[in-house]
């Protein structure tokens, strides 16, 4: 398809931008987007509440990344690094809250003999983000990052910004929150 | 594993060498019955573990299916938008220093007109007065003389305004429009 808002020698120009300002080459850009980008986007969906946002910021927190003048010790090093660039994003982008549950969570329940199984789990899930909603978002991005990614608490301080001394203790007060929220609205 | 703590009431609540264990069991799928029985028992007794347990299982299956349902752009799609954006802010920064050049000349031309003015109001009212005199001199009446010489006058003050405006004004556009 071709572009008609740039010339080819605007084209041009971006793909030397390209090569003299980021941080690696679009080989290895695919590679390491194809390994990250759905649980980051998965991630800022969580953060934020809203789809149409967290692909805004998914977009943000892959160039920010990119132009970012790091050396990163490892894989490990630059994943983390590209959530903490999620982070903070979402933290600058409180003009909304937390906006309304993905309509994804209770749109496809399958017509089918496992539907009422899928139901329970569409409804569990639901009632997981409505619970998330309440929590506040960094309780909600430590809470993600420690158990849906397995991260560590030095991981989670670096990405989150906070001392690894305190993130045991910060990380048990958010979980008895979550549960106690769920609790609360007898959902577990 | 076979020394794992017991959640007892010594055990400040949320502390437990077995909650990395815990995680790392749920979110491989083996918990609960593909790991070890002992961390499954000890994780009934300890509230950090059955807490951790729990939220674990709750946000890993929320996950899992997110990354399934999410859609997310091509990474080349992201990379050339990158590209594209990186380019234009390139040239924002490359235009920035002429940006000041205006800035800095614009002040300079300001500064010239205003010491011309400066250097020329003293003069004024004495050539003023010399027209004046003057066209008394040659119109028989007095009248007729002093309505032309405060019409030549005011137009000159108008006319000097106008110059400063139409000089001044073609700046001040362009300071305000630049960023469009």
Redo the contacts between chains.
């Keep these: 398809m071709r572009d008609i808002t740039l010339t080819d020698m605007e084209r041009l120009g971006a793909l030397d931008e390209a090569d003299r300002t980021f941080q690696m080459t679009e080989e290895a850009f695919r590679t390491f987007y194809e390994l990250t980008a759905r649980p980051v986007r998965v991630y800022l969906a969580r953060l934020t509440g809203d789809d149409r946002i967290a692909d805004d910021l998914l977009q943000e927190t892959y160039y920010r990344f990119l132009r970012a003048n790091v050396k990163f010790d490892s894989d490990e090093h630059r994943r983390n690094y590209l959530f903490r660039i999620a982070t903070n994003l979402v933290h600058d982008h409180r003009r909304k809250p937390f906006l309304e549950v993905p309509a994804t969570v209770i749109a496809d329940l399958p017509d089918s003999a496992t539907a009422a199984q899928s139901a329970e789990r569409a409804a569990r899930r639901l009632d997981l983000h409505r619970a998330m909603k309440q929590l506040k978002p960094r309780e909600r991005s430590m809470l993600w990052l420690a158990y849906a990614q397995g991260w560590s608490h030095e991981e989670i301080a670096g990405a989150v910004g906070v001392k690894t001394s305190s993130m045991k203790q910060m990380l048990h007060r958010a979980r008895q929150r979550l549960l106690a929220v769920m609790h609360r609205g007898g959902r577990l | 594993m076979t020394h794992l703590r017991q959640g007892d009431g010594g055990q400040a609540?949320?502390?437990c060498p077995n909650e990395?264990a815990v995680?790392?069991a749920?979110?491989s799928g083996s918990w609960p019955h593909g790991c070890d029985e002992a961390l499954v028992a000890h994780a009934q007794h300890c509230l950090?573990c059955s807490?951790?347990a729990?939220?674990?299982i709750?946000?890993?299956?929320?996950?899992e299916?997110?990354?399934i349902?999410?859609h997310?752009?091509a990474?080349?799609q992201?990379?050339?938008?990158?590209?594209?954006?990186?380019?234009l802010e390139?040239t924002h920064a490359a235009a920035r220093p002429m940006t000041w050049m205006h800035g800095i000349t614009a002040a300079i031309v300001a500064g010239v007109v205003l010491a011309a003015l400066t250097a020329i109001f003293p003069v004024l009212p004495s050539a003023f007065n010399t027209a004046w005199t003057f066209a008394r001199e040659l119109l028989p009446n007095p009248e007729i003389a002093t309505a032309i010489g405060d019409g030549l006058r005011l137009s000159l003050f108008v006319g000097l305004g106008a110059a400063v405006l139409m000089l001044l004004a073609p700046l001040a556009l362009y300071f305000v429009l630049r960023e469009d």
Excluded: I, K, M, Y
Excluded at chain 2, 78 to 87: K, P
């Design positions: 609540a949320c502390d990395t995680v790392n749920v979110l950090t807490e951790v729990s939220v674990s709750l946000l890993r299956e929320d996950s299916h997110s990354r349902e999410a997310v752009p990474a080349g992201v990379w050339w938008r990158a590209a594209v954006r990186a380019r390139s």
